[in-house]
């Protein structure tokens, strides 16, 4: 028996975030997508879901606490990604995007990092659901499981890097001193 593909919903219309006179209504909470707002930088694009205040407040509660625990394979990804040591790129983990959380999200890079452990196939079938939605948001994903990180690190990291857009705007990782350290005298 052969089962139709559920149609997903659309994102809501980017403009609907906006009342009269283009700025954001107070109801909607920013999120990395947006570029209004804290943490966007601009590095991302107005598509986004809204998601009602208290919702938000919840999503960043669990993220924060999953933050706090993490898994032994985000951990180790983690040290590799942190202060922009993958390339340069900027990496954030356990982001809210709407009314999900990634492992980890490169805003300027559009790109969503999952680390997968071992997970039963039914669980393997709502990540796939929850992918497409925020596909749809053009947001690209790489999955890795849990076992390559804990064993091949620098493959863990080549495969991410294969996953950067060639030549895509980033800045340039802060000098190791961050202008500090010994000064030659004059």
Do not use: Y
Request: proline fraction near 10%; glycine fraction near 6%.
């Amino acid at each position: 028996m052969e089962f139709e593909k559920p149609s997903l919903p659309s994102p809501p219309n980017p403009l609907s975030q906006f009342g009269k006179g283009g700025t954001r209504s107070e109801e909607t909470n920013p999120t990395p997508l947006s570029q209004h707002g804290r943490g966007a930088g601009g590095e991302g694009t107005s598509n986004n879901w809204q998601v009602p205040p208290a919702l938000h407040q919840k999503m960043k509660d669990v993220a924060r606490q999953f933050r706090k625990e993490p898994t032994p394979s985000e951990a180790i990804l983690w040290q590799a990604l942190r202060n922009r040591k993958l390339e340069g790129r900027k990496f954030r983990r356990q982001q809210p995007i709407g009314c999900f959380i990634v492992d980890f999200f490169c805003a300027a890079e559009r790109l969503i990092v999952e680390v997968d452990g071992a997970i039963h196939e039914s669980q393997k079938i709502l990540d796939q659901h929850r992918q497409e939605l925020l596909e749809c948001l053009e947001l690209r994903f790489v999955r890795i499981s849990s076992e390559l990180v804990e064993t091949n690190l620098p493959a863990t990291l080549q495969i991410i890097s294969h996953a950067f857009i060639p030549d895509s705007p980033h800045p340039p990782a802060p000098s190791p001193n961050l202008g500090e350290g010994e000064q030659e005298e004059k």
